[in-house]
């Protein structure tokens, strides 16, 4: 339910078909509510739910966390699949019953959606209420499966241990710091550039972070991270944090960048992007060495030159074979997909489909911008690579 909350409040930004097909959704309220009951029925077979949504009005004077409170309340007194005789019954017909004519009281036009019909599976309608909500029920789409498989959770628990930070230093003007944190053995599962780890300190919630370093290139148990603080957040807290203040962490997580997909055989060309604290396991990406005797080029946007982080390391980069693109966003340059769309589209390699691969950290809309690019030039996907 409160994913449909979310989910139509989302897309009550969207327009949606015509009012004779489906509800009016431009009101977030609408929407959220109309998702929600949506979710019942697919979950519970709770048919009132969804036809209760397509006679709502935005005028209705029950608020939103009141509808949310009974649709949860009825999704408790039904069982998944098939819906439960019995009191399960009688409880629909009550709440609904009551809610329809208090409704149809409020206001004196119905919805346009209200007069289109659908058949809901006998199986799944309630007996003792099927009489009273048997005159109209809204669109289902054919495409979409009459179950749902819900996973109650998202895996284990992750457990935190103990952890240090030794050092916090500036790493650019703003609030991006770099900190070197002894996380003691935990560092031992730290194996592909592009892995992460969750931080929190005392009870704030947990972050996720990018590790900064190469895998095994710093003392053992330490760990480098590069963060960006954001106000009121776990970063902002490890931003003012000092040397020797106590954290949690958890085991280092994710599988990194698969940079199996991108073999030194075929692959001769590898493209970096990356903007702001996105660096990060770019950064550990070249100072592994995992991409040495390739054609490396990296494009790395910031705000400007004080702004830039691991700016001493650029030059080292360069004497090893990277061409690093800056792209600052004051300087009129554009973004960093405007500047390779620009300058380094061009200057692919005929085979590119074949011969280029490429990393991508940071901004969503360049992620999203430099795949398009890329995969108009005939890059497959699977060569253009996340570390999330």
Known sequence: CFWSFWRGRSRAKALGPPATVRPNLSSPRTASIWFAARCLYYLVGDSQAVWRATKLRANSKDTVELIMQQSIFRAKSLSFGTVAPGCAARQTQSIAGHRLQAWNAASTSVAACSAVAITIPAARRCSASTTA??????????????????????????????????????????????LLIDVGPLAAGYAVPGQFIQIKVGDSKP????????????????????????PGTTAELLCNAVGGTEVSVSPVMGKGFPLDRLPASTTSAVLMFATGSGISPIRAVIDSGALAGRDLTLYYGTRNTDSTAYRELLPDWQNNGVKVVQVFSESKQGYVHDVFEREGLSKLPADAASAVGALLCGHKGMCQAVTSLLTAKGVPPEKILLNF
């Open 133 to 178: 909500f048997s005159a109209v029920q809204p669109p289902r789409h054919t495409s979409r499966r009459s179950s749902v498989k819900v996973h109650a959770n998202w895996g284990a628990p992750v457990e935190f241990k103990p952890a240090r930070v030794v050092s916090n230093t500036s790493a650019a003007a703003g609030p991006l710091h770099k």
């Open 207 to 230: 972050g996720f972070f990018a590790i900064a370093s190469a895998p095994g290139t710093l003392a053992d148990g330490l760990l480098e991270f590069l963060i960006k603080g954001a």
